[in-house]
């Protein structure tokens, strides 16, 4: 996959080993997501749920205890998401409560159709989708400060018409493994931010202009140079050198008691 201009903005592109249509796109995808979150790897966070250290620590004992090659997936979802070192954090990318968050995991799992998926990949979003209790919380315009929107945010009625993107936060869980975290002192951190405090944490990722495979992204996500305040020119040729034609910055900032991303900026 790479990253290419089109119309003025970043679009994705992806090298197959033969042609496909949109449909038939949408169809492997779907085919391959599941609705089932018993049945799939991030299923573990059902124990993480009850907030007890005893419960992420027992998991992990079990998964290194018996690990197989086959089991390398569910590790890495682990790995992503928890910490034995730390048992009540969770990844900088987790911006909702534990027991929030796997209800909305649960909902988006389920009620994700094909038209989601099609609306989110090829369409121009229209943000038509409920956002109540089907939103892993990861847009910035759900930032819900009152000197942001018309309504109350603890009974805006539109969160149960409009506001989100099913089929994005659908898509969204699939990539989570790719930001790894692990513990500092009592917190995560996590693959792609920087700092730990809710004044200082930023998260910042690249876009591509070569193509490049799964791998090849991992790396990507993890540069240290990209992390760096100010991109200097010497910054720019060596981002460039490796493929990176862009990069963009949301800080996580509080909001009363919820974490909350900003409207990302381009910093390269």
């Known amino acids: 996959m790479e990253w290419t201009i089109a119309n003025g903005v970043w679009n994705p592109v992806l090298r197959l080993l033969e042609p496909l249509d949109q449909s038939g796109l949408i169809n492997i995808i779907f085919n391959n997501l599941g609705r089932d979150i018993s049945a799939h790897p991030i299923a573990f966070l059902g124990r993480a749920n009850d907030a007890q250290p005893g419960s992420i620590r027992r998991y992990a004992n079990e998964l290194a205890g018996g690990a197989q090659k086959q089991d390398r997936e569910r590790l890495d979802w682990f790995s992503a998401m928890c910490s034995e070192l730390a048992p009540e954090a969770t990844s900088q990318l987790q911006t909702a409560r534990r027991d929030y968050f796997w209800g909305n995991l649960k909902s988006v799992m389920n009620l994700t159709e094909r038209d989601h998926l099609r609306r989110t990949l090829f369409a121009l979003w229209d943000y038509g989708d409920p956002l109540e209790n089907q939103s892993l919380h990861l847009e910035p315009a759900e930032d819900r400060r009152h000197a942001h929107q018309w309504f109350k945010p603890s009974g805006d009625p539109t969160r ?27 917190k995560l951190s996590t693959r792609g931010f920087s700092g730990n405090r809710s004044n200082n944490t930023r998260w910042t990722w690249p876009l591509w ?60």
């Open 160 to 186: 149960k018409e409009r506001g989100g993107m099913l089929g994005a936060n659908r898509l969204a869980i699939e990539a989570f493994p790719l930001f790894q975290s692990i513990a500092f002192k009592d």
């Open 209 to 268: 202009s070569k193509p490049v495979n799964l791998d090849v992204v991992v790396s990507l996500l993890a540069s240290p140079t990209i992390q760096h305040e100010t991109i200097t020119d010497r910054d720019n040729d060596s981002l460039r050198a490796m493929g990176i034609a862009a990069a963009f910055r949301s800080m996580r900032i509080l909001v009363g008691k919820t974490p909350n991303f900003t409207p990302a900026i381009p910093i390269l």
